[in-house]
């Protein structure tokens, strides 16, 4: 221990300014609540107890993170706001020279980065930063009469986060980072695609998994489902039911006979013949209601007009039983009780065709949509439909353009409220910078 915390106080003396000194940082609407060295240890849990491990079974306990700088900060850039922030920085000799920043999933509510993405870019030397996006509850109560707190929540936190970070590294180390990444999964990822839409000059290059760049769209098309099913009781659908619809689909698209689908994209199921024929009733086959349920699951979410609202499920995701609950929605039934500053909207109302229009005009601009990604060419920009992969421990060598496959099928999900599904592409003018 007392080996660690000399070799802590030799970094820290090689910084411009001492760790703990970064307390005394004026930033404009922000104040900088600690700062203080970290021995190498246990990466703190996502209430942001120091020291504190996060849960782990007997057999596998918690992976250590570095020594670092760990400084936490509260940023109130409305009178309304109160976002939490928290940044690492390694000691001078053992930074990279970059900075990253990290997203969170679902409505956030906490700095999940703590526990994953921050732990994983400190051990590779980044200084790296994560946010709880303005609010510190679970759902979207928090958000009810606070519309500055949305605004936070779509946008302007994570910006907020990424200059305040600039600053602190600039301070910390005397200059600035050389590269700035950002890397999030689902609504992170949509953070991610949010920052290269709204703030080009942000990042040098993000990385979104999973991305949920359509959230407001995708969590009604939820609403929608639970609603109908609801609504609609004779949609329902027996696990025995989508077995047969599952068997069906590995049928079809397993042509190999290999276990799993041999390419999906290109496989075409005739849903129809199971459709229930004169005499046939149970188990053993699908009604017209039940159709349209396995329609929906796989074709999306419709309104009356036939617009679709949000893409269906690939061939390769199962269904599984599909039963009304006669309940309200859960959480994502909070986005309409947002958007209509309601707390007691009445789900058994919801009307698709109303209530999707009213939640585009009102909280439309948490999703990021903007096919248009011409300002952030000097960033790269890599996507994917499954979980992000590691961290890059080097800057992605650069390409100039972004590729007519990846234009194609960004400006498809555009148009047709998919999350974008494509692997990967490179948006940057700084072709072959390493």
């Known amino acids: ?33 600690s700062a203080q060295m970290v021995p190498e240890g246990p990466a703190p849990a996502r209430g942001g107890r120091a020291g504190a491990a996060p849960a782990a079974s007997p057999a596998a306990p918690p992976a250590t993170i570095p020594a670092h700088c760990r400084v936490q900060l509260v940023l109130k850039p409305t009178s309304d706001s109160l976002i939490n922030m928290e940044m690492w920085l390694p000691p001078g000799d053992k930074w990279n020279g970059k900075f990253m920043g990290v997203g969170n999933g679902g409505f956030a509510g906490s700095i999940q980065g703590l526990t994953n993405e921050m732990p994983q870019a400190l051990r590779l030397g980044y200084a790296t930063a994560g946010t709880d996006t303005g609010h510190q509850d679970q759902g979207g109560e928090w958000a009810i009469g606070h519309p500055e707190k949305m605004i936070d929540f779509g946008y302007r936190a994570t910006h907020e986060m990424t200059l305040k970070a600039k600053e602190i590294v600039n301070t910390f180390y005397a200059r600035a980072p050389q590269y700035s990444y950002f890397k999030g999964c689902s609504t992170g990822g949509r953070m991610a695609l949010m920052e290269a839409q709204r703030y080009p000059d942000d990042y040098d290059g993000i990385i979104a998994g999973s991305l949920a760049n359509r959230h407001i769209h995708m969590w ?15 949609r329902a659908i027996s696990a025995e039911q989508a077995a047969l619809v599952n068997n069906l689909v590995t049928n079809t698209c397993d ?12 496989c075409k199921v005739n849903f129809s013949s199971l459709k229930c024929q004169a005499g046939q009733s149970g188990n053993a086959c699908l009604t017209d209601t039940q159709m349209k349920t396995v329609e929906t699951f796989y074709g999306g979410v419709k309104n009356s007009k036939g617009e679709l609202i949000f893409s269906g499920q690939a061939l390769g995701n199962p269904i599984g039983a599909q039963q009304p609950t006669n309940k309200s929605p859960g959480g994502v039934y909070d986005l309409v009780r947002i958007a209509y500053n ?16 009213f939640l585009d005009e009102k909280i439309g601009y948490v999703d990021a949509v903007n096919p248009d990604l011409s300002k952030s060419r000097r960033a790269a920009v890599s996507s994917s439909s499954r979980t992000a992969g590691p961290i890059p421990a080097s800057p992605p060598r650069r390409r100039s353009g972004t590729t007519s496959r990846c234009s194609t099928r960004w400006a498809r999900s555009r148009a047709t409220g998919s999350a974008c599904s494509w692997r990967q592409a490179w948006a940057t003018a700084a072709a072959g910078r390493a």
């Open 1 to 33: 221990m007392i080996a660690s915390i000399a070799l802590m106080l030799m970094s820290a003396a090689a910084t411009a300014t001492p760790c703990e000194n970064l307390t005394g940082l004026k930033l404009d609407k922000a104040t900088i609540t």
């Open 220 to 234: 009604t098309a939820g609403i929608e489902r639970s609603v109908s099913l609801s609504r609609n009781p004779d």
């Open 255 to 266: 042509t190999l006979k290999e276990g799993f689908l041999n390419n999906p994209r290109s």
């Open 342 to 357: 309601d707390p007691n909207t009445d789900w058994q109302k919801f009307d698709l065709d109303r209530d999707m229009k």
